[in-house]
């Protein structure tokens, strides 16, 4: 399978859920001239931006519809778009501390796939890309991998897969393990497998029991220790 078609894969993962929230809650009532345009000037940006479309999309969506239009059903529901402060401190200390347990656990992981499997470990491409990239670069990839990146997964994998697919048709576990799976065949790299899915696992959680924003916090948390580590000016 050639790299073209799997990052057309991969953008159409990206952006194929958002874009479907976009035509429910903005374009299904609208004219046809009206929908077609968006859909060529969406599909436009995400080919040539993979995340971009969908972070605006995301972002029209929250403050066009979903941050007015929550209806607490049930007094006891959680308001997955809107999160409080206290959470948002609570978020980053248990993202931190998941980070520090992950790095034996991803340790443990990379001795067996290089000793045991043979296997020659490589970065993800974003990685080699930041790590050799300008300063200015490094400033632009860094606003996606913290910023974009998290707030358009979370979406895609959190609030689209786990919330509206998977789990009213099945137990919310096996619906987590699933978007959790998916989230981590997406970035591609088996070495960092434990990683991506045991993020997603945590996400996952977050989400159900904080809303949207707690899991997109995780995730960007996690990016920046990422980052951290690997940034050299």
Known sequence: MNSEFILLLLIAGLNIPVFLELYKHALKNKPTWLTVLVAIIYWGMAIETQTMAAFAGIVYLYFGYYKYKWKDEDSEAV??????PIDVVAVIFM??????ALFFIQLIYAIILVKLVKYNIEPQD????YSEATLLYKL?????IVIIAPFVEEFVFRYFLYSKVFAPRMPLIIAGI???GLFTISHLNVGGVPTFFILGLLCTYLFQKKGYFAAVIAHAVSNMITLLFITRF
Do not use: E, G, Q
């Open 79 to 84: 308001n997955i778009w809107r999160i409080k």
């Open 95 to 100: 993202t931190a501390a998941a980070r520090i």
């Open 126 to 129: 974003v990685v080699t890309y």
């Open 140 to 144: 632009i990839l860094a606003v996606d």
């Open 178 to 180: 699933f978007s959790a």
